[in-house]
């Protein structure tokens, strides 16, 4: 599986870097911005939001509409963001059917952002009358807005955002009178206990994202997420050694087949996870009032945003572009994003709106009274090439290891994803 995916990339990347050559001399449809939609206009968003995301964002975009009947705007679902990437890249043959904006992540843009397929936000966002007049007076969060950039250029604004948390067992925590863990050295404690005290019923804490356990674990020993990282080396080692030793002795586990620990979670058999703020709403569906459970800050001093962002591509006439803009502008409003985040379980890319007391007193999910906090050291790593890939990835390289180090050798277990990780970043 994994041949045939990494195929599929070097095929789109391939495709991408002969287009990009036709795609330099493209010039936009006008580098005037119309401050005012003066017609009819439509614009078409490829999206990836489903169930209630879908809803609150149809929501969103009827106030939209209502408030501007000049522009209707075409929700057009597309799938996962690797649908919507794989799409696009597919789609880069023939510009004129390209959306107006799509939903994404940063390095998912590499390729249209690189090989000039993408509109530069900064003349809109600088724009006093279009946009804010400066990057400051937009009030998005400064490290979502990088967040969103590629090559150093503002492409995308921040929309559905989220931070990963501690998610815990109230019930089982205070029964055994033990501390919310702060640190990674306390879950360790702490899940150790759990799983000791149960009799080995209840693992004591696990991570959904593999991913991000590994970025975010190697961003707190002094180390960003790039190609110069050493697989194998000391600190990679033993932030993998970490996982793999919990894993061994049955106090940690991972989410497996399972894809979310908060199955195992509602079911009582882990007692601590870390995941995303955004999945609030699965957890308190699942336990459905079994336990009451708890949200903390994640036990590491960095956290890594993760979500998508919203692209606008220079094909699109001005007039689209205008309306694309002032659209995206309103779903990022303080407005907009109070009511995203409360009905989502997403963070609020508005820093006015994760201030609000409508937010931060929410009583619908607990998130919001710590993710203030979490959101105070956010990092991203650089849309580079490959840069997603690899991230991603990651994920299957960790879950290899972590799954048989009961039976094969960490050391060549770690070598052997030292070898995948070097190939990802390099293909």
Not at 69 to 94: A, F, W
Not at 101 to 124: C, K, N, R, V
Not at 393 to 419: C, F, H, P, R, Y
Request: with cysteine.
């Amino acid at each position: 599986m994994r041949i045939k995916k990494m195929m599929g990339v070097l095929a789109a990347a391939g495709l991408a870097v002969l287009l990009a050559g036709c795609s330099n001399g493209q010039s936009e449809s006008s580098t005037k911005i119309p401050t005012k939609i003066t017609k009819k206009t439509t614009i078409t968003f490829w999206n990836g939001m489903v169930g209630p995301l879908q809803t609150e964002l149809k929501s969103l975009t009827k106030e939209f509409e209502k408030e501007n009947p000049n522009i209707q705007v075409k929700l057009q679902y597309q799938g996962t963001y690797e649908d919507i990437r794989s799409k696009v890249l597919s789609t880069l043959q023939s510009p004129k059917d390209l959306p107006t904006i799509a939903q994404s992540y940063a390095g998912y843009m590499y390729t249209p952002a690189t090989g000039g397929y993408l509109q530069d936000l900064t003349p809109y966002i600088k724009n006093s009358k279009v946009g804010w007049g400066s990057v400051k007076n937009a009030k998005i969060n400064p490290v979502l807005l990088k967040g969103a950039q590629v090559e150093g250029k503002q492409y995308g604004l921040p929309f559905n955002k989220s931070v990963e948390v501690l998610y815990y067992n109230k019930t089982l925590l205070k029964k055994y009178n033990l501390p919310v863990p702060k640190t990674m050295a306390q879950l360790k404690s702490v899940a150790q206990k759990i799983y000791q005290k149960t009799n080995h019923k209840v693992v004591g804490a696990g991570f959904d994202n593999l991913s991000a356990y590994y970025a975010n674990g190697m961003r707190d020993a002094g180390y960003e997420f790039n190609q110069k990282i050493n697989f194998s080396g000391k600190a990679s080692t033993n932030l993998i050694n970490y996982y793999a030793t919990g894993i061994k002795s049955g106090y940690f586990m991972i989410a497996g087949s399972q894809k979310y620990l908060s199955v195992p979670f509602a079911s009582g058999k882990v007692a601590m996870y870390v995941s995303s703020s955004a999945g609030e709403s699965y957890v308190k569906q699942g336990l459905n009032k079994k336990f009451e459970y708890g949200i903390a800050n994640r036990p590491s001093k960095y956290n890594m945003p993760r979500g998508a962002d919203i692209y606008m591509f220079k094909n699109a006439t001005a007039m689209q572009k205008a309306a694309a803009f002032k659209y995206m502008k309103f779903l990022v409003s303080k407005s907009s994003q109070l009511k995203w985040a409360t009905a989502t379980g997403y963070v609020p890319v508005n820093e006015d709106a994760l201030k609000d007391p409508k937010y931060t007193k929410s009583t619908s999910v607990k998130s919001p009274a710590i993710v203030g906090e979490a959101m105070k050291h956010m990092y991203t790593i650089p849309a580079t090439k490959n840069s997603e890939y690899t991230f991603r990835d990651t994920s299957a390289i960790m879950e290899n290891i972590l799954s048989q180090v009961k039976k094969k050798s960490l050391k060549s277990l770690i070598q052997q994803g030292k070898n995948q990780f070097d190939k990802d970043w390099n293909q």
